[in-house]
């Protein structure tokens, strides 16, 4: 980033929400208008402060319940960045244990706190303040069924936290070695569901020169569980492409690889979370009903997702649940609302007939080299 942005950069990092990083870093580099960036900066800088002190807050109405808690990800990530406040937040996760999510809930509500009981799951809440980021409230990351090594982790997770010192006080959070193997296991979610950013990326690069992290002991233990293909082609992106010192390890891809190639063209595009692009919005819907298309004939897929079976859709139609004789009526209800949602264009509503095949190939090509099958496990 040496020279001046233009519009179509900022549109870039806009995509990829690093609009407080590009700015910081036309800021750093002397250009464009100093006077914008350094008062743009210094407002920023102070929501920051403002995002910590909420947290910390929280973190002493838990303690104070005898509630132990874990901060993941962004703060914890944040501090390891040059400039903290350029690194973007959408929420608050916290980690409790399962023995105390249900007083861990209350105890948010005490303070000012709400929910909705449709935004809950059975593994974490979702909790909604006034004017500040909201908070998901997790006891479980790790689906045990998919994952056999869920139980294992969770307990070295939960393993001699560490305590961050900050302006507004303190917060709790996970050893680095273990935090940082949740966060590439975070990735690895996303990137299957539809995909992320080059934000991901830049933490991944500042976690891990900013804690030293030990690259071959995370290569060997995403080996053992069946993904050192991933580990190593995201170390590869932030070695080749963000400048990521990587302490000369030597089983790094060739950056002209086609999976590596493929993979920095997919995260440029995809944004933040991988909807980017309308074509890889598309082909995250096909991706979904691919497999479908292989077992059974096209007319048989087309009217399941015409007129979806009645357990498929009665959770967003309650009447249903009264009177089971309007699924009919459900299913036009359905066709009404998807045809004349703005939020998608005419191709992303018949996404079926408009995905870009040579675009789902090499989707396909890159999942296949990382041996990740979508849909295979969840967070």
């Not at 994952?147 to 900050?166: G, N, R, S, V």
């Not at 006080?169 to 996303?190: D, E, W």
């Not at 079976?309 to 009264?322: G, M, Q, T, V």
């Amino acid at each position: 980033m040496k020279k001046k942005m233009g519009d179509e950069d900022y549109d870039f990092f806009a995509n990829h929400n690093l609009m407080l990083y590009a700015y910081w870093k036309e800021y750093m580099n002397g250009q464009g208008d100093a006077p914008f960036f350094k008062k743009k900066l210094f407002m920023y800088k102070i929501d920051y402060n403002k995002i910590v002190e909420v947290l910390c807050e929280v973190g002493s109405a838990l303690e104070e319940k005898g509630i132990r808690y874990l901060v993941l990800k962004g703060v914890v990530i944040a501090e390891t960045y040059p400039e903290p406040f350029t690194r973007s937040m959408g929420d608050y996760d916290i980690l409790v244990h399962s023995d105390d999510f249900e007083l861990a809930k209350e105890t948010l509500q005490e303070i000012g706190y709400i929910t909705e009981a449709k935004l809950n799951t059975y593994k974490d809440a979702t909790f909604f303040r006034e004017k500040e980021l909201s908070i998901e409230l997790h006891h479980a990351l790790l689906n045990p069924e998919i994952e056999p090594y869920a139980h294992t982790f969770m307990k070295q997770l939960w393993d001699h936290p560490i305590k961050i010192e900050t302006p507004k006080g303190y917060i709790m959070a996970p050893q680095p070695r273990m935090h940082f193997t949740y966060i590439v296991l975070h990735m690895m979610k996303h990137l299957k569901e539809a995909g992320f950013g080059i934000r991901f990326l830049l933490d991944f690069k500042y976690f891990a020169q900013h804690h030293d992290i030990d690259h071959d002991a995370q290569l060997a233990f995403f080996e053992e569980i069946g993904y050192s293909e991933f580990y190593r082609s995201v170390a590869t992106l932030c070695h080749y492409y963000l400048g990521m010192n990587s302490h000369d390890v030597s089983w790094l891809y060739d950056p002209e690889s086609p999976v590596i190639r493929i993979l920095a063209e997919y995260v440029a595009e995809g944004g933040s979370f991988g909807h980017g692009s309308e074509r890889m919005r598309i082909a995250t819907h096909y991706d979904k009903y691919k497999d479908a298309f292989k077992k059974k004939k096209s007319i048989s897929v087309y009217k399941e997702l015409l007129f979806p079976p009645l357990s498929a859709i009665i959770e967003n139609y309650k009447y249903l649940e009264r009177c089971r004789f309007l699924l009919p009526i459900a299913w036009l209800h359905r066709l009404i609302k998807k045809v004349f949602n703005n939020r998608k264009g005419i191709k992303e509503k018949f996404f079926i007939f408009a995905q870009d095949k040579e675009f789902v190939s090499k989707k396909e090509f890159m999942m296949s080299a990382l041996k990740l099958k979508n849909h295979e496990f969840r967070d």
